[in-house]
């Protein structure tokens, strides 16, 4: 399968795959971006020297399966947050300073 670019904050698809892209230079502390309602994927994202993978669930439950010591899978301060947000994930810099922001979303 082929690479597909995506523009930021927009969403792809790819056969049975949809892929959501999201960059920001300047996420404030406390910022939110709200994933695309979910069904079954990951989550990869980035803020300044934090990063981490997510499991993203159907009922927007999200689980950290991998990152950086700041990283948490609810909204917990000090950290780079991917949490649930009903019937999607919502990620979220309270890192504690402006962030510059990656997000890389595939699900189905």
Known sequence: MAWTEILPGT????SDVFEYGYTADALADDG????????DGFVIVSCNAECGIWNVRATGACY??????????????????VYDGGTYAIVKNRLGATGCIRIVYRYN
Do not use: E, H, I, R
Not at 11 to 14: E, G, I, L, R, S
Not at 64 to 81: E, R
């Open 32 to 39: 939110t971006v709200n994933l695309p309602d979910a069904t």
């Open 64 to 81: 950290k399966v991998a990152g950086t010591t700041n990283t948490a899978a609810t909204d917990s301060d000090g950290s780079l947050c």
């Open 11 to 14: 969403t792809a698809q790819n």
